[in-house]
């Protein structure tokens, strides 16, 4: 059974940070780009960031450059999500997603795999 298992959410203010974690099983999770996206209340999808396979290449959205990392470890099928300086409008349940190839899109079906989710709360 593939699974995709954020963890790491929660309640913080204005300039704080969280780690959030995915951990990942039942599928080959070297083999796969991975994205963190995200919605906000009441918002459609946000792609937020995405790692290559190796794990040595990544891209972030403007709306989070120069404040979250991503990152991976590929021994043990996880991806993270370094979120520094947060913002109130980062108030959002976070998803990682896998896909084959890079991707950025506001739509689930276009990713092979998703997560159930992860809340983070940030406020002012």
């Known amino acids: 059974e593939v699974q995709l298992v954020e963890s790491g959410g929660g309640l913080v203010h204005v300039g704080g940070s969280l780690r959030l974690s995915c951990a990942a099983s039942g599928f080959t999770f070297s083999s796969y780009r991975m994205n963190w996206v995200r919605q906000a209340p009441g918002k459609g999808l946000e792609w937020v960031s995405g790692?290559?396979?190796?794990?040595?290449?990544?891209l972030n959205a403007g709306a989070v450059k120069g404040r979250f990392t991503i990152s991976r470890d590929n021994t043990n099928n996880t991806v993270y999500l370094q979120m520094n300086s947060l913002r109130p409008d980062d108030t959002a349940v976070y998803y990682c997603?896998?896909?084959?190839?890079?991707?950025?899109?506001?739509?689930?079906?276009?990713?092979?795999?998703w997560g159930q989710g992860t809340q983070v709360t940030v406020s002012s």
């Open positions: 997603a896998a896909s084959s190839g890079q991707i950025m899109s506001t739509l689930k079906s276009d990713y092979d795999y």
């Open positions: 790692i290559n396979r190796g794990g040595w290449s990544w």
